[in-house]
């Protein structure tokens, strides 16, 4: 008799919640601001397990600064950042995207998403003059890492001056736990001067139509996830990345020389690959690795289309501290 | 003396009934329209009623019809709803081709009732203004067609924007919740 | 008696030669045919379009000008202006600052009801895209910029390397072909049918128009996808509204001929 009764009211609740769920719509979910962060940081994993009404608010600036150490560019930007800011949202999540246009800029510019399954991936409905702000709403449908850029004509420009960046979709059920996880998106520069030329560098149109940059970078400049700014992790820990590559020509051939990738999420979807050594990252799209930082050292991220690395500033650093573990990795004896 | 008086408070009164509109009111615009009966009118006497506006043109063919539906649609529900309030106004964009004559069998082929339609026309440089006034883009193409935005404006009784809602949605929810604030 | 008729001619005279004073600094753009970004009509016509001669103003218009043209329609003064007819920052770059120190650089600011008003006060109008792309589409010697080495590198450097501060008075604008200065790379202008700039889905190539969408639309692509800065000047008329300002948005001003 009491086992029939514990499964009536398993029932009965699951109906309950069943058609407390099916009438919601974007009103009646939790209002909360996205949290955001700027790369490499990522924001905290999403602990919820219901959709939620997410406002995510983004200026784009149009800024001069530093391209590489004594080479400037005018770059435009997601709130004065290349690339933007990672924003994280849960799947089922109403995402109310309001757009603004600081009053000092000389274009109009706009967003599209590409976890938004609708027009433009919003581009279509956020063209904003300087000094306007733009807003629409989008369902997140699918998970997966997606990049987003602007779309204002012409597009390739607003790519190719630093206008993208990443959102990630968790799945319902989440993610699983990591120790630490990092956000990197890599993009190439068309200027006008040659690499590492000190100065003010404008954008060369010639060069981008021709796919030839100067500079490939990681997170919008050369250096930036070196020295002081490497990014740490510590021995034993689950690190994960989330790496996107916006182009806006190039392929890339992601390694860190040193780790094998326990997991790779291809093109940032559903689909995960394992015992990975270089992962390809389509222009405009994205992946996630995960691996464990298993011996100390300074490992290299690169793109293994080697020149890259080495002549155009495509290289970052990740730095692991801690004990050593001879099994796994030993220097033996010279002769 | 008094007389005096008499014309500096005419004068007070016009000038407040002039100014009377909110800052963001499409009836601050100056301008003349001609309806489907030829009576001449001031852009402001459209006020005092809520305006569900549209600006097409009778030659067009492919989706101004399905916009002209659609505030049908609308205007069913607001008989429904028992909206006292609500007008429908439509005003061409291809002045040169609409004339009062055309605009009137337009009325008529169209079947819109008087009491709650109307159909204008101004000059090419008042379409103009009051295109741009109410967010709608339009061009004139070679073959004498116009690529125009597909949008239905509601004005509340001020003439303030109230919505845009695209032209081709057939999905009424917000704009009846939004005419049943208007009314 | 004698002196009170001199004082009335020179007053005519004073007030004409302020209606007259647009008048003065314009050029002739003689007839002829341009390029421009996005096809009109179908795949077989001509993808040149034919522009009547028309005058131009030589320089944007000032914020001297502008002034003068506020000083005799006062409704146009900064704190007259309805929303409906100019945002919140008409004007703005007024404030607190010596006009003088200004006056001979582009007034910006204003929406496109005060620049039509501005323009149809002297008996201008604003130009149509087509007029102004035809005198923007002139080199410095040529009237088509494109046989021009670097033409369109350098309009590029202009409009995206440098910044909104670095808008330059009139005494330092380049002139092209027609001598009209800066129309590249100073401020964006008004045109009179910037709404006409209907771009449906931007991300594709040149942004297409679908038939099921628009009354009478045509299938338009951009003729040459390579020229950016004509792809940057209709982005940004496509975001404009009429009564919007911008810190990098002026205007100048036609007039008909014959």
């Not at chain 1, 390739?156 to 990092?182: C, F, Q, T, W």
């Not at chain 3, 035809?134 to 410095?140: F, K, M, P, R």
């Not at chain 3, 380049?174 to 964006?188: M, Q, S």
Request: with cysteine; aromatic share 14%.
């Amino acid at each position: 008799m009491r086992y029939s009764y514990k499964c009536l009211n398993v029932y009965f609740l699951s109906f309950f919640f069943f058609f407390c769920f099916l009438g919601l719509n974007a009103k009646d979910l939790p209002k909360i601001d996205a949290i955001t962060t700027f790369a490499p940081e990522a924001p905290p994993p999403i602990k919820r397990n219901f959709p939620a009404y997410v406002v995510v608010k983004f200026e784009t600036i149009e800024l001069t600064k530093e391209l590489d150490d004594g080479v400037k560019y005018h770059f435009w930007t997601f709130d004065g950042a290349v690339p933007g800011k990672l924003v994280r949202v849960r799947q089922g999540d109403i995402i109310e995207f309001s757009l603004h246009n600081n009053k000092n800029s000389k274009m109009p510019h706009n967003i599209d998403i590409h976890a938004v399954s609708g027009p433009g991936g919003g581009a279509a409905v956020s063209n904003t003059s300087p000094g306007r702000t733009s807003v629409f709403t989008f369902k997140a449908l699918n998970p997966g890492v997606y990049i987003y850029h602007c779309a204002t004509p012409p597009v390739p420009l607003h790519i190719a001056n630093g206008m993208y960046g990443l959102l990630v979709v968790e799945p319902y059920k989440g993610l699983s736990k990591v120790d630490r996880e990092y956000y990197l998106v890599q993009s190439e520069f068309y200027t006008d001067n040659a690499y590492g030329k000190k100065g003010l560098h404008g954008f060369s149109q010639e060069k981008a139509l021709m796919e030839f940059p100067e500079y490939v970078v990681f997170n919008g400049r050369v250096g930036s996830t070196v020295d002081t700014r490497a990014l740490v992790a510590n021995v034993g820990e689950k690190v994960r990345m989330f790496v996107g590559n916006i182009g806006p020509n190039l392929v890339s051939s992601f390694h860190i020389i040193g780790i094998v990738f326990d997991k790779v999420y291809v093109e940032g979807g559903s689909l995960c690959n394992k015992d990975v050594q270089t992962t390809v990252i389509p222009a405009g799209g994205a992946v996630m690795i995960e691996f464990e930082a298993k011996v100390p050292g300074n490992f290299v991220l690169v793109d293994h289309s080697i020149f890259r690395a080495f002549n155009k500033g495509c290289v970052g650093i990740l730095k692991v501290i801690g004990q050593e573990n001879k099994e796994i990795f030993s220097e033996k004896a010279k002769f | 003396m008094l007389g005096k008086v008499l014309i500096y408070f005419f004068i007070l009164f016009f000038s407040l009934s002039v100014y009377a509109f909110p800052t963001n009111s499409i009836y601050n615009l100056d301008l003349k329209l001609v309806d489907k009966s030829g009576k001449v009118l001031n852009l402001h006497d459209l006020s005092g009623k809520v305006q569900i506006l549209s600006m097409i043109y009778t030659n067009c063919k492919t989706i101004c019809p399905i916009i002209i539906a659609n505030m049908k649609a609308i205007e069913r529900i607001v008989l429904l709803e028992k909206f006292k309030n609500i007008n429908f106004s439509l005003i061409s964009l291809d002045p040169d081709r609409d004339s009062v004559d055309i605009l009137s069998k337009f009325f008529n082929d169209k079947k819109m009732d008087s009491s709650r339609w109307n159909l204008y026309k101004t000059s090419k440089e008042d379409t103009l203004k009051l295109a741009l006034t109410l967010g709608i883009k339009y061009k004139k193409e070679k073959n004498n067609e116009y690529t125009h935005s597909n949008l239905i404006i509601i004005l509340d009784k001020q003439g303030v924007i109230k919505m845009h809602h695209q032209g081709l949605d057939k999905n009424f929810d917000h704009v009846i919740k939004l005419l049943s604030q208007l009314d | 008696m004698f002196n009170f008729y001199i004082l009335i001619f020179l007053f005519f005279n004073l007030f004409f030669s302020y209606v007259k004073a647009s008048d003065k600094d314009m050029v002739l753009i003689t007839s002829g045919e341009y390029t421009p970004l996005f096809k009109y009509g179908d795949v077989s016509d001509s993808s040149k379009v034919y522009v009547k001669s028309f005058m131009i103003n030589k320089y944007p218009i000032t914020n001297l000008q502008f002034k003068h043209f506020i000083l005799n329609n006062p409704k146009w003064d900064l704190d007259k202006v309805g929303y409906i007819f100019a945002d919140k920052n008409y004007l703005s770059h007024w404030e607190n600052v010596d006009l003088d120190s200004i006056s001979n650089y582009p007034v910006v600011n204003v929406s496109w009801f005060a620049a039509d008003a501005y323009c149809s006060y002297y008996g201008l109008r604003l130009p149509t895209i087509d007029e102004w792309e035809y005198v923007a589409s002139a080199g410095i010697n040529n009237p088509n910029g494109r046989d021009e080495a670097n033409y369109l590198q350098d309009i590029l450097d202009w409009y995206i390397n440098s910044q909104v501060s670095k808008i330059v008075c009139i005494n330092s604008m380049t002139k092209n072909y027609w001598n009209v200065f800066g129309i590249h790379g100073v401020v964006w202008e008004w045109v009179s049918d910037f709404n006409s700039v209907i771009l449906l889905n931007t991300d594709a190539e040149g942004g297409g128009l679908e038939e099921l969408l628009y009354c009478g639309a045509t299938a338009t692509n951009a003729i040459d996808p390579a020229d950016y800065v004509a792809f940057m000047r209709f982005a940004f008329r496509n975001a404009l509204e009429a009564n919007y300002t911008s810190s990098s948005l002026g205007f100048r001003c036609v007039k008909n001929v014959g």
